[in-house]
């Protein structure tokens, strides 16, 4: 079984700067893509952005494209999430998540529904 373990979240001002990590532990398959979603009181869990196995593809939702960048470092097991001129409106839990496996090393998932395993979330709060 596959345990996802996030850090990296904190308190920043609004234009400020956080990096998330998101360490995997156990069996992972190729084929599973890595998404970061997140969550803010009273809203529903969002996609934020997500890599395909590969790496060769990624997605971002629009609200946080061009600020955000996802990247992995395939020797730590770790998944990241840059963010860079953060918002008031960033601040939520954010969680990092792994793919069911589809035999696709370049597929790219942005729907909640195609992730199995999820990390515990952690949390960032942008104040202005």
């Known amino acids: 079984q596959v345990q996802l373990v996030e850090s990296g979240g904190g308190l920043v001002q609004a234009g400020g700067s956080l990096r998330l990590s998101c360490a995997a532990s156990?069996?992972?398959?190729?084929?599973?893509?890595m998404g970061w979603f997140r969550q803010a009181p009273g809203k529903e869990r969002d996609f934020v952005a997500a890599?395909?196995?590969?790496?060769?593809?990624?997605l971002y939702a629009d609200s946080v494209k061009g600020r955000f960048t996802i990247s992995r470092d395939n020797a730590k097991n770790t998944v990241y999430l840059q963010m860079n001129s953060l918002k008031p409106e960033d601040t939520a839990v954010y969680y990092c998540?792994?793919?069911?496996?589809?035999?696709?090393?370049?597929?790219?998932?942005?729907?909640?529904?195609?992730?199995?395993?999820w990390g515990q979330g952690t949390q960032v709060t942008v104040s202005s």
């Open positions: 890599m395909s196995w590969s790496g060769g593809s990624t």
């Open positions: 156990g069996r992972t398959f190729s084929g599973q893509a």
């Open positions: 998540a792994l793919g069911f496996n589809n035999g696709n090393v370049d597929y790219v998932a942005p729907h909640i529904y195609e992730y199995r395993n």
